[in-house]
């Protein structure tokens, strides 16, 4: 898992390999489609021919184009299954019974579409559903205030000024870092997808790449001060290029396993405390 050490590393190397302040996206649209992009690149054959079988349903559709469809179908049965929300100093550790009693997060929801698109019984219909929604899950669950604490919602309740303009920082995080001035998708996604894949994207349990968004948001600095400055920005989008980038690879390999074999051989959460190490 990622720890302070290894992840204060991983940011380190996205700010230093060639990628300039410039560049700016976010876990908004643009995000859930490079998110999509470096994992459509990193499918095996057998794997592609099935994803291909799969969004043949819905004739034009990629990866990326089906990335945010959970967002744009999102309605009150839904609208839980996008995050989880931690207790502000329980050291970020995922227990069912608490943080999703009812089944109603991030965590459990993914869960549930890897059962889907692993099952050989499921019917192709079913299993695009379960696609679209694991795209765009797999992505939310790497930002970190997606992750975050009950207490201030996610921060939408932390009021900042960013770019001249009061905002919250989760919509900061989600969609304003910058959103515009950088490159497009599909270069960003180019970009991205030359750095080498971290050993962590072998991590494929949901409940710790949650726990791993909730460490990022618990880092001290994590919440800044009202005005938002430029060394946090700079932070910001380097931490936030290592998640995409654990993202696309770990949706991959889900995907890989999943749509080739018709079953997920990892290890699902089932609500008791997961490592940290």
Request: charged share 20%.
């Amino acid at each position: 898992m990622l720890n302070a050490t290894n992840c204060a590393s991983l940011v380190l190397y996205f700010c230093v390999l060639g990628v300039t302040p410039g560049m700016a996206f976010a876990f908004g649209t643009e995000g859930h489609q490079v998110v999509a992009q470096l994992a459509a690149s990193q499918l095996t054959p057998r794997a592609k021919a099935h994803l291909d079988q799969l969004l043949a349903l819905e004739p034009g559709s990629t990866l990326a184009s089906v990335s945010t469809w959970a967002d744009d179908t999102r309605n009150r049965h839904t609208a839980k299954w996008h995050y989880v929300n931690f207790p502000r100093g329980a050291d970020c550790q995922y227990v069912k019974e608490r943080d999703c009693p009812d089944g109603q997060c991030v965590v459990e929801a993914i869960n549930a579409q890897v059962r889907t698109l692993s099952s050989a019984s499921t019917n192709d219909p079913a299993k695009l559903l379960a696609l679209k929604y694991l795209v765009h899950l797999v992505a939310d669950v790497h930002q970190p205030l997606h992750a975050g604490f009950a207490d201030d919602r996610g921060a939408n309740l932390y009021q900042v000024q960013f770019m001249g303009r009061g905002t919250n920082l989760h919509a900061v995080w989600d969609s304003g870092l910058l959103r515009g001035e950088g490159l497009e998708v599909d270069a960003l996604a180019g970009l991205l997808g030359a750095f080498p894949v971290p050993p962590e994207a072998s991590i494929l349990d949901p409940a710790r790449m949650a726990e791993e968004s909730c460490r990022i948001a618990s880092r001290e600095g994590f919440y800044p001060a009202r005005k938002i400055g430029v060394e946090y920005v700079e932070w910001a989008r380097a931490t936030m290029r290592a998640r995409l980038v654990l993202a696309g690879a770990r949706l991959a390999e889900m995907l890989n396993a999943m749509l080739v074999a018709q079953r997920m051989p990892i290890r699902l959460n089932t609500g008791q405390n997961t490592s940290s190490d």
